[in-house]
C-alpha cells in the first residue's frame, strides 16, 4: 500500500483551475458577459434598436446634474434605513425574546414573521397598496381612533411614500434577519448563559454581554443581504408609486427600467445600472470590512 | 495579495471582452430604412391574387369586446381569403410596448404590429426606418376618404420622425377613444343641476356639489397619468386647440409657460385644493377611484370612454356620459384619439398581404362588427350606436368631437419623456408642492428642450 507520487496532472499549476473552468464558464456566459455588456452599452447613445453612437464617459456625466438620479440616489439610501437598519434591531429583539422565551406556539409566531419572505412581492405590494389608499385600512383604523388628522393618502403624500415604501420593506425583511439571527444564537452554549446569570445578569445584560457579541457575523450577513434588498428594490416601488409622486419614491432600479423600456435610453439605463453596482460593491466592503474588524 | 491578483486577471479578461464585443446594434443595419417606399400602382390588392401566405400579426387587443372583435374578423378574413392564414400573437399593451423595439431589430419581424402613436414609439421606430410607409396603400385602398384627417394625423410622421401629425402614413386605427365627463344622472337630479352646456357651468356644478357635501370630481392619480385625461379637456377650455396640439405632438412653436396654459393648471390647483377631488388624489388608484364611484363617490368622473361598459355594469342607467363644453375656440374639443394604430414593419415578408388585413379589419363592415360586439369602432360612429345606455353617449360624443370637434392628442405623445415629465408635474400640482407657474416651467423644458433638438 505505497503511496504513489502525484501525477502530472494533477502536480500542475493548471490544474486547480480546470477544477473551476465548468463553474467559471457558467458565471461568465450569464453574470460576467452582461455586466461587461453593461459597461459598454453605458459608453453609447442607443434607443436599444438600430445604430448606436459612441459617447463616451458622456452618460455618467449626465448623472452629476441629473435630479431624478440624484432623487433615486438619495431615497435609496433613505431605504438602508428601513431595509437593514430597522429590520437588524427589531430582528435582534425579536430573536432575543424567542431564545429565552417559553411561549407556547412558538413556531407558529416564528412563522408568521417570516411569512412575509415567501409570498410573492408583487403580491405583498398590492396588499399594502390597498392597505395604504384613501379609504383603506389603515386610514380607517386611525379615524376610528379618533387620528383623523394621521390619515392622508399615505403613497400619494410626498412626505409620507417614501417611509410608507420602506416600511414595506420592513415588514419584509424582519423576518429573514430574525432567522438568521436566531439561528446565530441557538449556537451559543447554554454554560455562557448560566454563568452569567449566577453573576446576577439580568436579560438585558445577557443581552448586550453574550448575544450580541456571539452574533455579529450574522448580523454582517443580515446586513450585507438587506442592504442589497434595499439598494436593488424595484418591485416594491413600480407596483406601489412608481417612483411618484413626483419623484419622490423613485429608485436607481426603477430608473434603469424606466429609461431602458420607457424612455429607450439604454446607455443611460446601463450607467445608472453601473453605477448602482458600484454602489452596492462599496458599500458592502464597508459592511463586511467593520464587521471583521471589530471582532 | 491573492485576490488581488484574481481582480487583476478578471480585469485583463473584462478588457479583451470588451474589445472583442461590437457596439450595441451594429450587427443589425438599422432596419430596413433605405428600401423605398411601394407606389400606389406597383400595390397588390387582391388578396386572393397572393398565393399562400402566413400572415403574422401581433397585436394588444386582449380585453373582451377588443378581443372578440378581433377574433371575428380574422374567421371572416380566412374564410373570404382560403390561401391567406392569420397566425395571431395577443398580449398587454405594456408587454407589447416593450417588446416592439426588440421585434423590430430582429431577423423575424411580425407582418402586422400595433405600434404605439406617441414619438418614444411609432417617431423612433419610423427614424430608424422600421416601419413601412404606407402611403402608396393608403391610395389605393383609398383610406383617406375613410377617414376623417384629425384620425389619420395621428399616424403620420414626416420620414425622418421630426414632424408629428403631417407626412406619410405609417399606421392604420381600428377603435377611438376620447376623455369626456361622466356623470351621474340621479345625483344632479339631486342637486338640481342639468349637464352642464359651458365650463361655466360646469364650474358653478363642482361648487354646488361642493356646498352640498357630495365630492364634485373623482380622480385616482397614484399611478401619474390618469391626471393627464383630466387635464387634457380642461386645457381646452382655456387653450386654443392649435396650440394644444403644437404642444401635444411636440412639434416645435408653443409655449407651455403662456398665460393660457398657466391658467388651465390654476385650475386644477384650485380644484385639487379645494377638496374637489377627495382628500388625496395622488394616494389613490385610478382603479379604485372608479370603483368607488360607481359606489356612489362623487358627482362626475372625466376620463376615457373605456371606464364606461365597467361602471355601467354597476351603475346601469344611472351612468351617463358627455364630452366636454365647447373650449376656447368655441370648438368641442378633448383629448382623445384612436385605439392603437396597426402598422407593418418595414422587414415584413407579406407587406401586400398585410395592408389586405389592415384594409380589412378597417372597412365598413368591420366597424358593424366591431360595434356589435361592444367596442367603440373609430368610423361611423353615430350610425353604429347602440339604442340606449352609456355606450350611446359615448359613441355620440365620440362622433361630435371627430367629426365636428377637435380629437386632441393624448399630452404625453409630445417627447419621448414627456409621459412623466407631464405625470410628475400634474401630481405635484394636485399635491400642492408646486406652483403652477413653477410646473409650467418644468413642462416646457421638457418640451423646449425636445423641440430645440429637431
Known amino acids: ?163 410608507a415604501v ?74 406601489t408609486t412608481s417612483g411618484g409622486p413626483g419623484n419622490a419614491t423613485t429608485v436607481p432600479s426603477y430608473e434603469v427600467y424606466h429609461r431602458a423600456f420607457q424612455l429607450r435610453e439604454v446607455g443611460s439605463a446601463s450607467a445608472v445600472a453601473i453605477v448602482l453596482t458600484v454602489l452596492v460593491f462599496a458599500i458592502n466592503v464597508l459592511v463586511t470590512r467593520i464587521g471583521e474588524r471589530s471582532r | 495579495m491573492r485576490r488581488r491578483t484574481f481582480l487583476g486577471s478578471s480585469a485583463a479578461v473584462g478588457g479583451l471582452g470588451l474589445l472583442a464585443a461590437c457596439a450595441p446594434g451594429s450587427d443589425t443595419d438599422g432596419g430596413g430604412g433605405d428600401a423605398a417606399a411601394p407606389e400606389a400602382s406597383d400595390v397588390e390588392t387582391d388578396p386572393a391574387a397572393m398565393g399562400e401566405v402566413s400572415l403574422k400579426v401581433w397585436d394588444q387587443e386582449v380585453r373582451g369586446a377588443q378581443n372578440d372583435a378581433i377574433t371575428a374578423l380574422i374567421e371572416a378574413f380566412e374564410q373570404e381569403y382560403p390561401n391567406i392564414t392569420v397566425e395571431r400573437v395577443s398580449q398587454s399593451f405594456d408587454d407589447l410596448q416593450q417588446q416592439t423595439g426588440l421585434a423590430l431589430s430582429g431577423n423575424d419581424v411580425p407582418d402586422v404590429l400595433q405600434v404605439n402613436n406617441a414619438r418614444g414609439d411609432m417617431g423612433e421606430f419610423v ?14 385602398y383609398g383610406w383617406e376618404d375613410r377617414y376623417s384627417t384629425s384620425v389619420l394625423a395621428k399616424s403620420r410622421y414626416s420620414a425622418d420622425g421630426v414632424t408629428f401629425g403631417d407626412g406619410p402614413l405609417w399606421g392604420l386605427p381600428q377603435t377611438g377613444e376620447v376623455c369626456g365627463i361622466y356623470y351621474s344622472a340621479a345625483k344632479l337630479e339631486a342637486l338640481g343641476a342639468q349637464p352642464p352646456t359651458t365650463w361655466d357651468e360646469l364650474f358653478a356644478l363642482v361648487e354646488a356639489a361642493q356646498e352640498a357635501g357630495e365630492q364634485p370630481l373623482v380622480l385616482g392619480n397614484l399611478e401619474q397619468w390618469p391626471a393627464l385625461h383630466v387635464f387634457g379637456p380642461l386645457q381646452a377650455n382655456f387653450v386654443s386647440t392649435e396650440e394644444i396640439i403644437t404642444l401635444g405632438m411636440g412639434n416645435a ?56 361598459p365597467d361602471m355601467e355594469a354597476v351603475m346601469g342607467d344611472d351612468l351617463r356620459f358627455m364630452a366636454p363644453p365647447a373650449g376656447a375656440d368655441g370648438t368641442v374639443a378633448t383629448t382623445g384619439g384612436t385605439g392603437l394604430p396597426f402598422a407593418i414593419p418595414a422587414e415584413a415578408a407579406n407587406v ?26 373609430v368610423l361611423r360612429t353615430a350610425e353604429l350606436a347602440p339604442e340606449s345606455g352609456v355606450n350611446k353617449d359615448i359613441y355620440e360624443a365620440f362622433d361630435a368631437v371627430s367629426t365636428d370637434g377637435v380629437l386632441l392628442p393624448y399630452l404625453d405623445y409630445a417627447t419621448p419623456s414627456f409621459a412623466d415629465t407631464a405625470g410628475a408635474a400634474l401630481q405635484e400640482v394636485i399635491g400642492g408642492q408646486a406652483e403652477p407657474s413653477a410646473a409650467a416651467e418644468t413642462l416646457q423644458a421638457d418640451y423646449g428642450e425636445f423641440t430645440a433638438q429637431g
Not at chain 1, 480546470?18 to 442607443?46: D, G, M, N, T
Not at chain 1, 438619495?74 to 438602508?80: C, D, R, W
Not at chain 1, 452554549?189 to 445584560?205: N, S
Request: proline fraction near 5%; avoid cysteine.
Open chain 2, 253 to 308: 412653436g408653443a409655449d407651455w409657460t403662456g398665460d393660457a396654459n398657466v391658467q388651465a393648471l390654476t385650475q386644477l390647483a384650485d380644484w385639487a385644493g379645494s377638496g374637489a377631488f377627495g382628500d388625496s388624489p395622488n394616494g389613490l388608484a385610478y382603479d379604485t377611484a372608479w370603483a368607488e364611484y360607481t359606489e356612489g363617490t362623487g358627482v362626475l368622473l372625466i376620463g376615457g370612454s373605456w371606464l364606461g
Open chain 2, 352 to 377: 401586400d398581404a398585410a395592408a389586405a388585413y389592415i384594409d380589412y379589419i378597417t372597412s365598413d363592415a368591420a366597424m358593424e362588427l366591431i360595434a356589435e360586439k361592444g367596442g367603440m369602432p
Open chain 1, 1 to 163: 500500500m505505497s503511496k504513489s507520487p502525484p501525477s502530472a496532472v494533477v502536480r500542475s499549476r493548471v490544474t486547480p483551475y480546470l477544477f473551476i473552468l465548468p463553474a467559471f464558464l457558467v458565471y461568465a456566459a450569464f453574470s460576467l458577459y452582461p455586466l461587461l455588456r453593461a459597461a459598454q452599452f453605458s459608453l453609447y447613445e442607443w434607443p436599444g434598436f438600430g445604430p448606436s453612437t459612441f459617447v463616451g464617459l458622456q452618460n455618467y456625466t449626465d448623472l452629476i446634474g441629473d435630479e431624478n438620479f440624484r432623487a433615486a440616489i438619495g431615497n435609496a439610501l433613505v431605504l438602508i434605513l428601513f431595509y437593514a437598519a430597522l429590520p437588524v434591531v427589531i430582528g435582534l429583539v425579536l430573536a432575543a425574546i424567542f431564545r429565552r422565551g417559553q411561549v407556547r406556539g412558538m413556531g407558529f409566531f416564528r412563522s408568521v414573521i417570516f411569512l412575509p419572505q415567501v409570498i410573492a412581492l408583487v403580491v405583498v405590494a398590492v396588499a399594502w397598496r390597498n392597505i395604504y389608499a384613501p379609504n383603506g385600512p389603515l386610514n380607517q383604523a386611525l379615524r376610528a381612533v379618533g387620528l383623523d388628522e394621521l390619515a392622508r393618502g399615505w403613497l400619494g403624500d410626498p412626505g409620507a411614500a417614501l417611509p
Open chain 2, 127 to 140: 427614424k430608424a426606418g422600421q416601419l413601412t410607409d404606407l402611403s402608396a396603400y393608403s391610395e389605393a
Open chain 1, 166 to 239: 420602506g416600511f414595506i420593506g420592513t415588514w419584509l425583511e424582519m423576518g429573514l434577519v430574525m432567522l438568521l439571527l436566531l439561528a446565530g444564537m441557538s449556537r451559543i452554549p447554554d454554560d455562557l448563559f448560566e454563568a452569567a446569570r449566577l453573576d446576577g445578569a439580568g436579560p438585558v445584560r445577557e443581552f448586550f454581554a453574550i448575544t450580541l457579541p456571539s452574533v455579529r457575523g450574522e448580523i454582517v450577513v443580515a446586513l450585507v443581504l438587506t442592504i442589497i434588498a434595499a439598494l436593488k428594490t424595484f418591485d416594491l416601488v413600480y407596483m
